[in-house]
């Protein structure tokens, strides 16, 4: 079962040097004018230029987390980037960026 494959957010993956590992089908769309699928292999940070390689470098050295939301072309979007691991083991990053609403609920559980 390949469930991210058609998920309806950006899912990439790469690796803790940023070689892009994995991206999902909304994510290749979304960089199609990069190359989509074909980023496969490629290091990340060569797509961002300037003050957001030197913030992605921080991130990929501190693997820390980096969550906030943009507006680009009238859509608003959760970015969330996250260190991931492999057998406890520090192995990448995770980028996932998903539509949201410009209004949206918030609900106080517990």
Not at 68 to 95: C, H, N, R
Request: net charge neutral.
């Amino acid at each position: 079962m390949n469930w991210l494959k058609e998920f309806p957010a950006a899912v990439t993956v790469c690796d803790k040097e940023g070689i892009l590992l994995e991206m999902n089908d909304k994510a290749a769309k979304t960089f199609e004018s990069d190359g989509g699928y074909a980023l496969i292999g490629k290091n990340m940070l060569d797509c961002h230029p300037g003050l957001s390689r030197q913030k992605t470098e921080r991130l990929l050295a501190a693997r820390e987390k980096n969550v906030y939301t943009i507006e680009k072309k009238g859509v608003k979007k959760l970015i969330y980037q996250s260190p991931w691991f492999e057998d406890g083991q520090y192995a990448g990053f995770v980028e996932i960026s998903l539509e949201i609403p410009f209004e949206m609920p918030h609900f106080m559980r517990g």
